[in-house]
């Protein structure tokens, strides 16, 4: 299915522009793998105040370590420019400029963590935890690449390996198995980092294959009763999450 959809999308775009233009800006898609480091989520117990305007009361800190969050699979889509004196939106840039870009990126994969036995301190409570949730990621980057391979259809070179970083927004879901209630949906900052290898098959079409680093500390604003904590105190979710990717796409120049 996934692999009907990237070929759908080049044929549409293939049919909508000349394949004579030059190719420096891009839309694409992809799909690959989402992998997660161990995250120590963390919950601080705050006493409500009702309608006053000073900020909650700290009650109380909770942790747990060593949380395991399951690979899954990611699908995505970007939109890039390249200051290129050719192509669509074509300027008179400096001839340095060619090697810098802009790209925009969205992508989506599930954000579980499997059932697991863990143990939250300091009160050394004894648990099983697990979480079903998901994760899409909007993300604005810096790219600089470098040519290999020039010919006469493709005079920056065919082979085009590259590197991005930028800052992103992730919009993240859980829904918590240690309260009846305990689920949120939230949107935090994040930086992404992105390396990777283009291909050129013709002028107007392009493979690649990539690697992202993913930096995301966030949050969840869920208010319900866990840890035998009574009713009247709000118990916010943090953690961070340093994720790994790979991905495999392919992409429209025009």
Do not use: C
Request: hydrophobic content about 45%; overall charge negative.
């Amino acid at each position: 299915m996934k692999k009907n959809l990237l070929i759908l999308t080049i044929l549409v775009f293939s049919s909508t522009f000349p394949i004579s233009v030059a190719a420096e800006m891009e839309v694409g898609l992809y799909v690959g793998g989402n992998f997660v480091a161990d995250t120590n989520p963390s919950w601080d117990a705050l006493k409500i105040q009702g309608t006053e305007t000073p900020p909650p009361i700290p009650v109380r800190h909770f942790e747990a370590h060593n949380v395991k969050v399951s690979p899954s699979v990611m699908v995505g889509g970007r939109i890039g420019y390249w200051f290129s004196r050719e192509g669509f939106w074509a300027r008179d840039y400096p001839d340095w400029m060619k090697y810098f870009g802009l790209t925009i990126t969205v992508d989506w994969h599930e954000l579980n963590w499997p059932l697991q036995d863990v143990t939250i301190s300091p009160i050394n409570l004894r648990i099983p935890l697990k979480n079903d949730g998901l994760m899409i990621t909007a993300a604005f980057l810096l790219m600089m690449r470098y040519g290999f391979m020039p010919d006469q259809e493709v005079s920056f070179g065919r082979l085009q390996p590259y590197i991005g970083i930028g800052p992103a927004v992730v919009f993240h879901n859980i829904h918590l198995n240690i309260g009846k209630d305990y689920k949120s949906t939230e949107a935090d900052p994040a930086l992404v980092v992105e390396t990777g290898i283009r291909y050129m098959v013709k002028k107007n079409i392009s493979i690649n294959t990539g690697f992202r680093y993913k930096y995301a500390p966030v949050h969840a604003e869920a208010d319900d009763l866990i840890f035998n904590i009574p009713m009247g105190v709000w118990i916010p979710l943090n953690t961070t999450y340093n994720m790994f990717e790979v991905f495999v796409g392919a992409t429209y120049h025009f």
